[in-house]
Structure formats: C-alpha cells, structure tokens
C-alpha cells in the first residue's frame, strides 16, 4: 500500500518537513506553511518561497498595493508611520478582541478619535464617540496608544497629533473603501483589516515599499 501525505492522507509526500519530522506532499506544504505547520527558520523550503513568491501571491500583493498607495502616497514620513502604528493596532486588537471589530468599526474608531484630535487643535476638548461598542474599545486603545506617544514626544507632542488627526483619517478612507474596491472574497466586512494582515507580514515580497526609516519612538 503507498504511503499517503499524513496531512491531507490524499497525496504522495515528497518533501521532508522539519516541523513534523515526517515527510508531506508539496500541497500541504505551501498551503499549509506557517498557518498549521510551525515551520522553523532555517527550513529550505519556506526559504524559497519568501525569495520567490508564487505568482498568486505577487498579483495579490500588486493589487493591494494598487488600493493603498494612492491613499497614503502623500503623507509626511511622520504620518505614514503613524498611518501603520493605528492600523497595527487595528489588526492585533481584531485578533484579540470578542466580539472582532469589522471593518466598519475600523473606520468608525479611526473618525472619533481623529474627531477629537481636530477638535482639541481648535482648542475644544471633547471626546467623539464611534456608534458601535466594538468601535469604542478599539478608538479607546488606539487614544491611549497615540496619549501615550504625544507624552514622550515632548515639545512635538501638538505635531504629533496634528499627523496623527491626518493619518486616522487615511486609515478611516482605507477601512471604509476595502470591501468594494479589493473585497476578501472569505470574508468581505473585513477586507481591510485581511490587507493589514498581509501587509503586516514579514515574510512580504520584497517589492514591497519600505517603511520610512523611524526616528520618532513610538
């Protein structure tokens, strides 16, 4: 009787895989890689598949690149750095969070606290509120974080929250336009949030634009 793939049990394994110690079918291995197999550092193949991406991956990339870069082009350095410390927020509170915020709710908590950031530059202390509770607790955790950088920014601490007002409003644009104009098709109220998970990743192509070089502690 031939030996079947241990994962799928459907297919010859023809590759060693070091995570699992036993040998798999080269499907369950790219399918597989780094979401249900542990695979370590140093294996070949996931080596050769962050240098040359599949060509699935690449048009994805293209496309995602497509959507964001016109929303962000035009940012400071400063404004695009904090652009990508709210959406890592964004994306690790998604992760973690019960009930998960949606995209809608991305969106939502981007606009109230960018709200009350324009609101305070015109010397008005209010809080915006977002309508929905999961957009109120992320928009809390997204205030505290940018409280916390704009108290060791110092003298540059109105500065920052004038960027951060305009790159929240980025963020807000991105969240709300996903679903239409680069839908997941797995889960489509949180197309956003899935492009932040590929865009977060380390393993990207390398044609990927690299973020400004920080100088600002965050």
């Known amino acids: 009787m031939k030996r079947a793939c241990p994962l799928c049990s459907a297919r010859k394994p023809k590759r060693a ?36 991406p599949p060509a699935v991956a690449l048009r994805q990339h293209e496309r995602d690149m497509g959507f964001l870069l016109p929303r962000i082009g035009d940012l400071s350095e400063a404004q695009y750095r904090l652009f990508l410390f709210a959406a890592a927020i964004a994306l690790r509170h998604s992760q973690q969070a019960t009930p998960a915020p949606l995209d809608a709710d991305v969106a939502d908590a981007a606009a109230s606290v960018a709200a009350t950031l324009e609101t305070a530059h015109k010397g008005i202390i209010y809080e915006h509120r ?17 409280g916390e950088a704009a108290g060791r920014a110092g003298a540059d601490a ?13 963020l807000e644009d991105a969240a709300r336009a996903a679903r239409t104009d680069v839908p997941d098709e797995t889960r489509p109220e949180s197309s956003w949030l899935a492009l932040s998970d590929r865009l977060m990743q380390p393993q990207a192509p390398a044609s990927a634009p690299e973020p400004p070089d920080s100088k600002l502690v965050l």
Do not use: F, N, W
């Not at 079918?25 to 193949?45: F, M, N, Q, S, W």
């Open 17 to 52: 895989c070091p995570a699992l110690g036993r040998d798999i079918c080269p499907v369950c291995c790219g399918t597989k890689r780094l979401t249900e197999i542990a695979c370590p550092p140093d294996c070949g193949y996931l080596s050769a598949s962050r240098a040359h």
């Open 130 to 146: 977002a309508p929905s509770m999961p957009a109120q607790r992320l928009g809390a955790e997204i205030s505290q974080a940018l």
């Open 158 to 170: 109105a500065r920052l929250e004038r960027d951060a007002a305009t790159a929240l409003r980025r």
